[in-house]
């Protein structure tokens, strides 16, 4: 049975990219301001908030269940792993 993995929504480039500045900023911030560091560990949706950030898990629109078959091995990693490949 071949792995399922969840994925996020797909959203703008220009959103994503502005959110990770955003992130940055709060994470190198709250290095140099003890009392930024305070309030995000305290309470870090209301510092997300702050700083135009979502605060809660994002919603999946994929399965989230992770099921693989570990009863044989890949033969992909087999083959990287001795260089021999793996019959199926």
């Known amino acids: 049975m071949p792995a399922t993995h969840r994925t996020m929504p797909a959203r703008p480039a220009a959103d994503a990219a502005a959110d990770l500045c955003r992130f940055a900023e709060l994470v190198a911030r709250a290095g140099l ?7 995000y560990t305290d309470d870090p949706a209301a510092v997300f908030a702050e ?3 979502l605060g809660a898990e994002p919603v999946y629109t994929a399965p989230s269940l992770v099921i693989e078959d570990l009863g044989r ?3 992909t990693a087999t083959t990287l792993l001795t260089g021999i490949p793996y019959a199926v």
Do not use: Q
């Not at 301001?33 to 309030?39: G, I, S, V």
């Open 33 to 39: 301001e003890p009392d930024l560091k305070r309030r």
């Open 51 to 53: 700083f135009g950030l």
């Open 73 to 75: 091995p890949d033969a």
